[in-house]
């Protein structure tokens, strides 16, 4: 079965500093692995994706994620931060023959305080 | 701002009650996921059709729960009989192809309060 684990609940840092929000999965195969952001009241948006090719892969509003098939992770950064960054971070999964059914990790609470 | 329309915002409902949520996707998208995220971000898949087959669902989604996508109508997820054990916060997403790319377009979602 897959799965995703995002391990830190809740992060906060000061504006201008450089984040990264952990992600790990667990598949048997070829993941598609992908990133999503909750702000409040809002809905969840597309950020990035890794399919294939280069590990490392650029988003929406200045993110990018590192595939690192060693350690099966795929972690967010950006840098520098902004106080507009706070919000949910969801990474999720999909499975090569789900149709693009997704798993999602439990999500990251993002704090960027001023 | 999404593009994927979700009726209603909330609703609250009583155990035994019939509850139905209502999802226009984005144009032009004909493939539709309905998914639920309950108080602790635990997302569940729920069902998934293109146009109005549908491809997957899970197993508790063949028993209470039920959804269709009419040609030329919103999309519906509807509970049979709640439970309160249903308390959560119903997305609806959409997607251009059902091919593996897992770009989804979601709504804002149906928040259902079970009494």
């Known amino acids: 079965a897959q799965s995703v684990d995002q391990p830190d609940a809740h992060v906060t840092l000061s504006e201008g500093a450089s984040l990264e929000l952990r992600c790990s999965y667990s598949?048997?195969?070829?993941?598609?692995l992908f990133w999503y952001v909750q702000y409040p009241g809002q809905s969840l948006q597309f950020l990035l994706k890794?399919?294939?090719?280069?590990?490392v892969v650029k988003g929406t509003k200045g993110f990018e994620a590192e595939f690192r098939k060693s350690n099966s992770s795929f972690n967010l950064k950006k840098s520098p931060a902004h106080w507009s960054d706070s919000a949910k971070y969801f990474c999720?999964?999909?499975?090569?023959?789900?149709?693009?059914?997704?798993?999602f990790g439990q999500g990251t609470s993002l704090s960027v305080v001023p | 701002n999404s593009k994927v329309i979700q009726t209603p915002r909330y609703l609250v409902k009583g155990q035994g009650q019939k509850a139905k949520m209502r999802c226009i996707p984005e144009?032009?998208?004909?493939?539709v996921f309905w998914y639920q995220q309950n108080k602790n971000n635990e997302f569940k898949f729920l069902i998934n059709?293109?146009?109005?087959?549908?491809?997957?669902q899970i197993d508790m989604t063949e028993k209470r729960f039920s959804a269709e996508c009419p040609s030329n109508s919103p999309c519906s997820l509807e509970i049979q009989s709640s439970e309160a054990g249903d308390s959560a916060l119903y997305l609806c997403?959409?997607?251009?192809?059902?091919?593996?790319?897992?770009?989804?377009?979601f709504g804002e979602g149906s928040k259902l309060t079970v009494l």
């Open positions: 997403a959409s997607s251009l192809t059902r091919a593996n790319t897992g770009q989804l377009y």
């Open positions: 598949y048997s195969a070829a993941p598609y």
């Open positions: 890794y399919i294939t090719g280069d590990t």
């Open positions: 999720a999964l999909e499975a090569s023959s789900s149709f693009s059914k997704l798993v």
């Open positions: 144009k032009g998208h004909p493939v």
């Open positions: 059709f293109q146009n109005q087959e549908v491809l997957q």
